[in-house]
């Protein structure tokens, strides 16, 4: 499979561990960044560009990581098509793929160790999507459309203050 993959400095290791393990497996990844843990760099960037390959099908899958994988989640959904789920178990990221079909799957790299976020996207890479009902279900999430992030000058502490 063709995946996207994207960290900020918080989710580094965890995505290079992740990155090794796909490769090894014969995935073809496209390792959008960052490249080091020691430079701070802000988690939007990265959600966005993996999550625009997924949406322009450049890739079949994306993975994001991020301290708690929750920022990387919050933007890459802003996409259409993008259906991204936060997994901190095996379980969860089983049922991400079996009912809702994720396509971008976000890790936090301050939450879970290099085995465990390993342990969790082995899972989600090898879980085929149940559909019938839930196919249904997740053709009615794209009947509203992304959301337009506008301006970020119009957001309140957006000068980095916040
Ligand atoms: C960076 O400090 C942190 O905020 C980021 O990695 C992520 O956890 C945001 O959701």
């Known amino acids: ?14 995505k290079q561990a992740v990155v090794r393990h796909l490769r090894a497996q014969g995935h ?5 960044g960052t490249s080091d843990a020691g430079t ?24 994001l990581v991020c301290g708690t994988g929750l920022g990387m ?5 802003r996409h259409a098509r993008v259906r991204a789920a936060d ?13 809702n079909d994720a396509n971008v799957l976000c890790l936090g790299g301050r939450l879970l160790s290099e ?16 559909g019938g009902r839930h196919a249904r279900r997740v053709a009615a999430i794209e009947r509203v459309g992304a959301g337009d992030c506008g301006d970020p000058a ?5 000068d980095g203050s916040g």
């Open 1 to 14: 499979m063709r995946i996207a993959a994207g960290a900020d400095h918080a989710g580094f290791a965890v």
């Open 28 to 32: 073809e990844v496209v390792d959008l």
């Open 40 to 63: 701070s760099v802000d988690y939007p960037d990265f959600a966005h560009a993996v999550a625009e390959a997924v949406a322009a099908r450049d890739v079949e899958r994306g993975v």
């Open 73 to 77: 989640c919050m933007a890459a959904n």
């Open 87 to 99: 997994c901190t178990t095996p379980h969860l990221a089983e049922m991400s793929r079996r009912h």
């Open 115 to 130: 085995d465990e976020a390993w342990a969790i996207t082995e899972v989600w890479m090898a879980t085929p999507f149940d």
């Open 154 to 158: 119009d957001l309140e502490g957006a």
